[in-house]
């Protein structure tokens, strides 16, 4: 699986839009872009994945860039619920039982 | 459906003890995978099994853990002769094997080796 590269920490005011980047420079081009987060000491939660095209859910949207070397996870409106570890891996498939890689992630903290 | 529940949540053992933790998934879950975490760091892969079978095992998984499913529903992870470098949280996680390969984990089992 490709690497990918965040920024250990980000900081967002409560009620603006939270942009979390990711560069995963290698990836190939069977590979998706999925995004996680792990709130303290609870298992991860999927957010979002996606391939090429931006995609969007009631959690988030995802922007990819059109060569596919990064992406942008936003949460449009963040709430102090959404503090927590945020992981972009980069993954063969979406459907196969493949394992995910987790890297480090980003820590956004949404501040009152 | 509860979703994914591990058990114990917390585990404390003497270094050189053999612990046994516990996953239950999802019930129409086919896949089951086993995670471990250290402090400050994501997740790492350990293993992987479609019904019964385990189809892949990480090369974090010593000749001291062992992971069955026996019959496709619950899995356990065993760990042999604690060291203290087994510290660490224990997460579960299940995925169906049809459609999308969502990944659903448990809370995890903290296990502290002294």
């Known amino acids: 699986d490709a690497k990918t590269t965040q920024p250990p920490s980000m900081d967002c005011a409560e009620g603006r839009a939270a942009n979390l980047p990711c560069n995963h420079s290698t990836i190939s081009g069977n590979e998706y872009v999925y995004w996680y987060r792990q709130i303290h000491s609870q298992g991860p939660q999927y957010i979002i994945h996606g391939l090429k095209n931006n995609e969007t859910n009631e959690m988030a949207s995802l922007i990819i860039t059109e060569d596919r070397k990064s992406s942008t996870l936003i949460l449009p409106h963040a709430t102090l619920r959404d503090t927590a570890v945020y992981y972009c891996?980069?993954?063969?498939?979406?459907?196969?039982?493949?394992?995910?890689?987790f890297g480090e992630g980003t820590q956004l903290t949404v501040n009152p | 459906d509860t979703g994914v529940s591990q058990n114990p949540r917390h585990k404390i053992t003497k270094r050189g003890q053999n612990v046994t933790f516990r996953c239950d998934p999802i019930s129409e879950h086919n896949r089951l995978y086993w995670y471990r975490q250290t402090l400050g760091q994501g997740p790492e892969f350990l293993t992987y099994f479609q019904n019964e079978a385990q189809l892949e095992k990480s090369r974090l998984l010593s000749d001291r853990f062992s992971a069955e499913r026996p019959k496709g529903s619950f899995s356990t992870l065993e760990i042999q002769r604690t060291e203290q470098g087994d510290s660490a949280m224990y997460l579960c996680?299940?995925?169906?094997?049809?459609?999308?390969?969502?990944?659903?984990f448990g809370p995890g089992t903290r296990l502290t080796v002294l």
């Open positions: 996680a299940s995925s169906q094997m049809t459609g999308l390969d969502e990944q659903f």
């Open positions: 891996i980069v993954r063969v498939g979406e459907t196969s039982g493949s394992r995910l890689t």
